[in-house]
């Protein structure tokens, strides 16, 4: 289990405590419209992108509960006035997937090759019984393109970065882009090392998202909705963030000492998305070690 998996199956165990609280706090979704057919809906566990086709709805990830798949589904064929005919999963993690079961059996669930063999490998005790239904049923290796109804969805693997598996998914007509977690809007990002994520390779991975998709509206897979020259800032902080462990690498520094030594610029007004005593969380400290980890080898991303 990756570190950051890890962290949140803490968060949960302690939240258990206060089930109550932790309820509440999920199950308030907030919907931002994007343009007349795209909105996002925000809460515990990121960022949905609802799309009405004319044909139906698509959702593009879940969240962490089968609860808040139930309200989101409720939310978006509200909004939409079209029952969900597609799901797609940017990547493996269960904030982004574990929602997936509150859809019908049957229902298209979209994601990369990669990330189900993801599923399969760290997940797999999640996705039994009724559950395995929502698994990705169609999956694809680098880019898929899929229509419904007057809707175009441009699905692309760009390469390494949150994991080794994430997509993003490019609505043509309204030019809006879901970047998943890729993209962590003014949060400090996680890194799934274990999974195939990399710091190193992170920067070139979103000059692919560029290239391909320029100027378009953008809804991270956490934080506000923002733009290119937003996701231009959090690619900044990357380069930063590789150079710290490259540094490190070549001068043979022990992690304290990069820790102490670092010298990050681009993540100014940077937040945690979570943090917790004793446990840590996904802030300056986490990146800085997840960088050092990848550039000295001392843990092995898994191959591409």
Do not use: C
Request: proline fraction near 3%; glycine fraction near 10%; aromatic fraction near 8%.
């Amino acid at each position: 289990m990756s570190k950051f998996l890890m962290a949140v199956a803490i968060v949960v165990v302690l939240a258990a405590g206060v089930g109550f609280i932790l309820a509440r706090q999920a199950a308030e979704l907030d919907v931002v419209a994007v343009t007349a057919d795209v909105a996002m809906i925000t809460g515990f566990g990121g960022n949905v992108g609802v799309v009405r086709t004319g044909a139906g709805t698509v959702i593009i990830d879940t969240m962490t509960f089968q609860f808040q798949g139930e309200a989101i589904r409720e939310r978006a064929e509200a909004l939409t006035g079209e029952p969900v005919v597609m799901i797609v999963n940017t990547h493996y993690h269960f904030d982004h997937t574990h929602g997936n079961p509150a859809f019908d059996a049957g229902t298209r669930v979209v994601a990369t090759d990669r990330t189900l063999e993801y599923i399969q490998e760290f997940d797999a005790d999640f996705w039994t019984g009724e559950a395995a239904a929502l698994l990705p049923n169609e999956t694809f290796d680098h880019q898929q393109i899929v229509r419904i109804g007057g809707k175009t969805l441009h699905l692309l693997h760009p390469g390494r970065g949150h994991t080794g598996g994430d997509l993003v998914a490019w609505i043509e007509e309204d030019n809006v882009l879901h970047m998943g977690d890729l993209y962590f809007n003014r949060l400090y990002p996680n890194i799934d090392l274990e999974a195939g994520g990399s710091v190193r390779e992170w920067r070139g991975t979103l000059d692919v998202v560029m290239a391909a998709f320029p100027d378009a509206r953008i809804i991270p897979g956490h934080g506000p909705l923002s733009d290119e020259q937003g996701l231009r800032g959090f690619q900044a902080f990357m380069a930063e963030l590789a150079a710290v462990g490259q540094d490190a690498a070549t001068a043979g520094k022990s992690l304290d000492e990069t820790l102490r030594d670092a010298d990050l610029e681009a993540d100014a007004g940077y937040e945690a998305l979570f943090e917790l005593p004793l446990v840590g969380g996904l802030n300056q400290e986490f990146v800085i070690t997840r960088a050092w980890e990848e550039a000295t080898g001392v843990i092995e991303t898994s191959p591409h």
